[in-house]
């Protein structure tokens, strides 16, 4: 049997955190293919745990990315794309591994409350935004830096629901 990904205190503070902050579900679309099989691996393992941990946290896995992938813009894998079913437009392109893990977590419980965290002033310019665009953030599992940046983008892709697209880049597998 394969230990399981985070190990168990992790996995105490995990739980306590979603019992705590979640409120809606959260329904995660999984892209595996024959790219970067061990990040597909570690990314399947991780959405299934934390399923397990709490089962607001939905997803679907699609390990054949051919043809289900071109209609979200995939374009590698593993790909995770978070609460497109209720509007939102966030995606991991790359395993959410390393430091990215945290942003992660955090964004599950954002979009799950359905509420950005961003400023009243920050809301105010986004309502002004009246068309399509995208925000690409490349990260690597190293950088303590970068969840933060992909944290802002996530935020502000959840404040403008369907009209932002955030993407995070692990660059290292991209």
């Known amino acids: 049997m394969t230990e399981a990904l985070p190990d168990n205190e992790t996995r105490e ?7 705590n902050e979640l409120r809606d579900d959260v329904h995660l679309t999984v892209f595996i293919g024959e790219q970067n099989p061990e990040y597909g691996d570690f990314t399947r393992r991780l ?3 934390l399923n397990e941990l709490d089962g607001r946290i939905q997803y679907t896995l699609h390990e054949d990315a051919n043809g289900t992938a071109a209609e979200f ?8 794309l978070i609460g497109w079913e209720q509007g939102y437009r966030i995606k991991y392109t ?3 591994a390393g430091h990215e893990a945290s942003g992660f977590i955090e964004t599950l419980t954002l979009v799950s409350q359905g509420e950005s965290g961003l400023q009243a002033a920050s809301l105010e310019k986004l309502d002004e935004v009246d ?3 995208s925000i690409q953030v490349f990260v690597t599992p190293t950088c303590p830096h970068c969840p933060r940046a992909v944290l802002l983008a996530n935020s502000i892709a959840i404040a403008a629901k ?4 955030a993407e995070a880049v692990e660059a290292s597998q991209n």
């Open 13 to 19: 503070a995990l739980k306590l955190k979603f019992d």
């Open 47 to 49: 959405v299934q745990e």
């Open 73 to 80: 813009g995939v374009t590698s894998t593993p790909t995770v």
């Open 94 to 96: 790359g395993a959410p």
């Open 131 to 133: 068309q399509e665009a």
């Open 162 to 165: 369907g009209r932002i697209t």
